[in-house]
């Protein structure tokens, strides 16, 4: 068994203030995997002195220099994925070679834009060619809490990480108990990297404990989340008496709009992406919208693309799609399945229980409802499991009215090959981003939603700039 009970602040690894193991559970066979600590009060308190003692000699270095420490970063990563891929594949379910790829490789790629981007961030500059001696200076928020989630666990936490310790920021990690391995790995590289003690720590803990003390930490600058919206409005609600600046990405209930127009391989590639990850993204397009005249042939090529998927142990390599995360996760999908069943749904693929001759591990069958309408809890709830709706429209403005009536707002698709509906589309879809045609953002493109998807946006120069504060001088001295 794994025991890394340790946290790391201050530039090492150290015991807990108050011993409280916790299991880490591997969903593929439902064991336990590894052991860790849940933090208390004193290693909270603890990393927080740790990230505000360093906060003045990492903020007031020049960008460049911090910049520097992220390219080591990147270096060192890059040579660590295996460790990263099995600790996720064990721990959350991505399977082996899902999580080579696209689990680690986010990871590096969010690095490598953020070094990227760090020279277009404005840092240091005259308010206008006109008005020379104003001054807009951009500096660190301070010390940032960041709260990550267990679906895309180095996804999210080289997200917060890369743009905080660019920025300025220090600050403390908190990953998901449920993954907290990867993290650790990660915790290991940045030490590696040789970032000055404090600037960077990490403390595991649950949402109720840590998550909560750092939510509300009188230390504590700014709060990053990615995670539930129940957890996103519990860290506003905790960090507004002390009226930290709170960054969210949360949930979403994405549209899939498949036009009559759109190219053969719509319907399958919108599948495919649901299904990604056992289903387990926030911007998964997990309502899907088809014209009426291509709409049952869309909803047998849904079932057959669903059939099509298998399921596995995430330590085997393969194709296959990995178990839930967890047994919670794994009821809560289970539930809704049964939900979009009794509220009339028409069931094309899957359904409840654990696919055939499974017994063991939070296996889910892909699961695709037709006949959806935008009223029944499973158009309504983010799933986030392996589960497609589709639901059948007329016209574009009827998309257009499904699609945003939902209280999220992260990303919508259009599938059309008119290039001027897909725009027109694009303007009118209230959600942070919009992707067409099976063509995704670039890199250096913003992430983030409107209404209950969140607030602010990671990635590129807009990520680095959550992390910032604008002070604009005036009367300032000719250099
Ligand atoms: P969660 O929101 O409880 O967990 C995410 C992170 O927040 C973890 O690090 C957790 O310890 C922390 N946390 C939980 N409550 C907190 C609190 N009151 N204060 C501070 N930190 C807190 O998510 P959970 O329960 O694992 O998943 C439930 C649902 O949330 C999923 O079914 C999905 O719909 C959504 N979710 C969305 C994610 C996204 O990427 N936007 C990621 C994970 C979950
Ligand atoms: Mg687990």
Redesign the pocket.
Known sequence: MIEKRQFYINGEWVDPAVPNDFEVIDPSTEEACAIISLGSKADTDAAVAAAKDALPGWMYLPAEERIAYVEKLLAIYDTRGEELAQAMSAEMGAPIDMSRTQQVGSGSYHLKNFIRAAKEVPFDKPLSDRFQNDRIIMEAVGVAAL??????PMN?VTLKVGAAAIAGCTMVL?????SPLNAMVFAQLMHEAGFPKGVFNLVN????G???Q??GHPDVDMVS????????I??SQ?AANTLKKVHL????KGANVIFADADEKAVKRGVLHMMNNTG???NAPSRMLVQRPIYDQAVETAAEVANSITVGNAHDEGRHIGPV??E??FN?IQDLIQKGIDEGARLIAGGTGRPDGMNRGFYVKPTVFADVNNEMTIARE???GPVLTMIPFDTEEEAVEIANDTPYG?TNYVQTQDGERANRMARKLRSGMVEMNGQSRSPGAPFGGMKQS?KGREGGVWGIEDFLEVKAVGGWAAE
């Open positions: 709260i990550t989630p267990w679906n895309w999210q908190k990953p998901s108990e449920q803990g649950d949402g109720p840590v998550g909560t750092l939510s989340f990615t995670g539930s919206t129940r957890a996103g519990a860290i905790n990405e949360l949930g979403g387990q993204s926030c995360v967890n919670v996760q809560k983010e799933i986030f992260l969140g």
